[in-house]
């Protein structure tokens, strides 16, 4: 099964400055079609997750642009530019191309200072 | 707009059974993949299973094979999900998902399940 390995686990932030959260996979998700299925999801306190970024780097529907995904391989990262007090909750990177099964990260709990 | 809406969770004993129902709108549930997440108390996402758009194909996570079925009826736009043999361990918020492009682009609010004696 393939590991993914979020860090930091607990991320607080002052309302405005830039966040990041990194999530590394114990091989590869490079697919055999050239695609990365590398997703990044919000899950706001009692609500159902939310996909943020899709194929490493794409926002989904209805997504800040201040929310951005980067990296290729083994190593990604989600950014937010300027954190807003909407953004508190946690944070899963998840990889869709090695399965069964589909793997999470841990999760990175985010909050504001 | 395009809707998921799980049931059918509740308090069972453990080794008893259950059934989960995910309704779909908004969206054609017919050329959809479909999945199962849980998350169990205070805990994170864990995946659970998957059923290819016309069915043809299913898979799960090693824990819950032979225990639990994926199953879904296309001219109903709802998805199901078969829970036997239950343990205290299966205790979670169950969410059906859709799969878009190696993810999951639309969730359900969640249905939980609490096994206990």
């Known amino acids: 099964d393939v590991v993914m390995t979020q860090s930091p686990l607990s991320l607080p932030v002052t309302l405005g400055q830039p966040a990041s959260i990194s999530c590394r996979s114990s091989?590869?998700?490079?697919?055999?079609?050239?695609?990365?299925?590398l997703n990044w999801f919000q899950q706001r306190p009692g609500q159902s997750p939310r996909r943020l970024i899709y194929?490493?780097?794409n926002r989904g529907s209805g997504v800040p642009d201040r929310f951005s995904g980067s990296g290729s391989g083994t190593d990604f990262t989600l950014k937010i530019s300027r954190v807003e007090a909407e953004d508190v909750g946690v944070y899963y990177c998840?990889?869709?191309?090695?399965?069964?099964?589909?793997?999470f990260g841990q999760g990175t709990r985010l909050e504001i200072k | 707009q395009a809707q998921l809406v799980e049931s059918g969770g509740g308090v069972v004993q453990p080794g008893r059974s259950l059934r989960l129902s995910c309704e779909a709108s908004?969206?054609?549930?017919?050329?959809?993949?479909m999945n199962w997440v849980r998350q169990a108390p205070g805990k994170g996402l864990e995946w659970v299973a998957a059923?290819?758009?016309?069915?043809?194909?299913?898979y799960y996570r090693d824990s819950v094979k032979g225990r639990f079925t994926i199953s879904r009826d296309n001219s109903k736009n709802t998805l199901y999900l078969q829970m036997n043999s239950l343990r205290a361990e299966d205790t979670a918020v169950y969410f059906c998902?859709?799969?878009?492009?190696?993810?999951?682009?639309?969730w359900g609010q969640g249905t939980t399940v609490t096994v206990s004696s």
């Open positions: 194929k490493v780097s």
């Open positions: 998840m990889q869709g191309t090695h399965w069964p099964p589909i793997t």
């Open positions: 059923i290819w758009y016309d069915g043809s194909n299913k």
């Open positions: 908004g969206f054609t549930f017919s050329t959809s993949g």
């Open positions: 091989q590869s998700l490079l697919y055999s079609d050239g695609s990365t299925y």
């Open positions: 998902a859709r799969e878009w492009l190696g993810g999951m682009d639309i």
